[in-house]
């Protein structure tokens, strides 16, 4: 008896193991997708059906980087041959560069977003966790007053619609002439994961034991010195991974940097999508930009894998 | 550090340094003034403009209007329209990760070789850029070229420009974004079952179906709560990923309505007045949701 139950069990375990590698199958799917349309090309990409094996090439990379326009007439047979081999790739697709007056090709809006969106994201996250520690242990060693009060109200400004806040904050950053700056958007990314901070790092630092602050002081440490000293170098892998979750969200942020910025302090997530308005859509530049913009958060998703779950609860389930 | 420790930290020798009252202050308080400032401060301005009929666009003189904005919101059936919708929608996107999120947690949670890498691969659509995912799915959606038709077999469908569907096809991405995230946590209430209850019931020949729904669904029960009440909560607030696939009035979910009217429409006033309504229902929901995690917490 025992025996066939335990094969009608092991039935049970191989069906799941299939079912659950289909899944991944499937989930893949539009993740490949975009991997692959990055490196197609263009004819590639647009087929009917759909292209799954195919020439890799990094004509779309080039592209990404570059201001380009549909070549009109005849092509300049004397220009293309002197042309170096990238510039060839994009003509044999039919555009041309943008040049400046010294022939040097021009940078496109893609580059000036990109390293908008690491500043933005850098800066904001550095704000958000610096705030975020010390709130966090202040809440977790000293009593206050209505401290679960305070801890939701926290919490709350976090759950706020994006939209909600934007529409007040854009009249005040007209006010001040803050609309499509940096320090705009920072501010906004700063407020919206600092109450993430807060609980995250909470629950990071209610782990360390009172204890060894406690020896501290009794060696003649003060308070500070022993947050600096004991406190900080324990709670490293909680400030690293609170890091990592604000670094994702301010980098994945779209709401208020639609709404916020529309040039100069413009980041990735706004300017990918407005391309498919411009001329004939190029998916293939549009999986590239995509794919490269994408790619740090694949990273940083496999260093915190331990820790997935607590961020995404706000620290309340630990493991 | 040279001041030799007579006392015991507890007596209240005055010591060198900052007093803990004054620490936990100076700790604390930043946070608090900083959300006050860039939280709360322009929620209470958008309040005073609820009342008004002001235009951003505009430098017309503002006039209170007392209630209006809010009596002829809650009159307009447009706007109704709006909220059903995204009730509609949320309903679709939630049952839909509770479905796959708890099945496949159901699946996962066995000796599986690689599970950690397979986990962590199925975790990577939550992690990533609403607004890129909801662009590029539009070319997976696509009626000639897109694979989606192609892996259902649905040849030549029209999933984002047709009225009927597009909600359900925005719907299914959100599903394949946040299937992962119901996944993880009912995962850890999965396996934080003792196995023991398992065996017992083994030994009793209970049915699976008996087991699954005595041991495994209460067991689960309060962290796949958690997931529903958060996801429902940000379900109801999607703006990115129905505002970058399509744009016709079947897909203006209430925050894509409250964008229109604020930032193309620039009713400044009536789009605070909707934005207040919003945020009420926002903080309800709110409140269940930490009630729930205190709960788990207290645990």
Known sequence: MAQVQSRASRWWNRAAVALA?????????????IGSTAFKARSDATTVPPTVFFKPEITPFIKLFTSRVQQRGDRDNEAYANAPWWEKQVMDGGDRFIKDEKGNIESSGYVSRFVNSIVIAVTSTFLAVALGTVTAYGFSRFHMPGEDDWLFFILST???PPVVVAIPMFLMYRAVGLVDTHVGLIILYTAFNLSFSVWLMKGFIDEIPKEYEEAALVDGYTRMEAFFKIVLPQATTGIAATAVFCFITAWNEYAFALMMTNKVAQTAPPYIPSQ?????????VIAAGSLLFLIPVALFTFFLRDHLLRGVTFGAIRR | MTQPALSSAGLAAPRRGMSDLAIRNLFIIPTIVFLIVFNIFPLLYSLGYSFTDYRASMNDPVQFVGLQNYRELLADEYVWANFTLTAKYVIMSVVG?????????????????????LTTLLMLPMM???????????????????????????????????????????????IWMWAPFVMLLSLAGLSAIPPSLYEAAAIDRASRWFVFRRITLPLVAPLLLIAIIFRTMEAFKTFDIAFVMASMDETELVAIKLYKMAFHEWQTGRSCALAYIVLLAVLAITNVYVKYLNRLKAR
């Open chain 1, 158 to 160: 976090r759950m706020l």
């Open chain 1, 21 to 33: 590698l289909l899944l991944l199958l499937v989930m893949m799917i539009p993740l490949y997708w």
């Open chain 2, 128 to 174: 990533m850029c609403m607004a890129v995912v909801g662009l590029f799915w539009q070319l997976l959606y696509n009626p000639s070229w897109g694979i989606v038709n192609f892996v259902f077999f649905t040849e030549g469908k029209v999933w984002l420009s047709d009225p009927e569907v597009a909600l359900l096809a925005i719907a299914i991405t959100d």
């Open chain 2, 97 to 117: 990760q509770v479905i796959v999120g708890f099945g496949a947690a159901l699946l996962l949670n066995r000796a599986i070789p690689a599970k950690g890498l």
């Open chain 1, 276 to 284: 498919l308005g411009s001329g004939l859509t190029d998916w293939t």
